[in-house]
């Protein structure tokens, strides 16, 4: 964890929320849309909280014929779109790759071309560890383990 955070926040007031898609894009509290046609330098970051679970498609880092793609790996799944120089994204939830992006497609490309990284201060949200505090619509797994079946006589 960047600037010494411990793993875990606390999100015990928070709501429990999701976020699905092809891919996921995190803008900060500081993005105008007018601004989305500038360069880099006219689209400044400041420091954002996001509180939710990401689950989204990747672009597979690929190594064919010896041409190598990197996907951008873990950090970053949550794609960006400004300068974070110097501020940060403070994430808690829970990250899930489900699928290859169908529509975000492109490889990582090095920072400074259309983002600069932020400093990632990034924990699990421990409301994820109780069945009532996840996000609505969340899947779940079911399973029922037999134990002992005994057969009752008619009459």
Known sequence: MARGKTLFTNTSSTAPASLLGDSITVLSGNWSDANSTKGLSGRLAVDTTVNAAFLAGIVQTTNSAGTKNYSGGVENLPRF??????????????????????????????????????????????????????????????????AQWSVIASK
């Open 81 to 146: 779109l400004e300068d974070w120089s110097g501020k940060a994204l403070t994430y808690n939830g829970s990250m899930v790759v489900m699928f290859p992006s169908k529509y975000a497609t492109s490889w990582w490309i090095d920072p400074g071309t259309y983002y600069n990284p932020p400093t990632r201060d990034w924990a699990i949200d421990l409301n994820f560890l109780n069945a009532n505090r996840l996000p609505p619509g969340t899947l779940q797994v079911r399973k029922i383990v037999r």
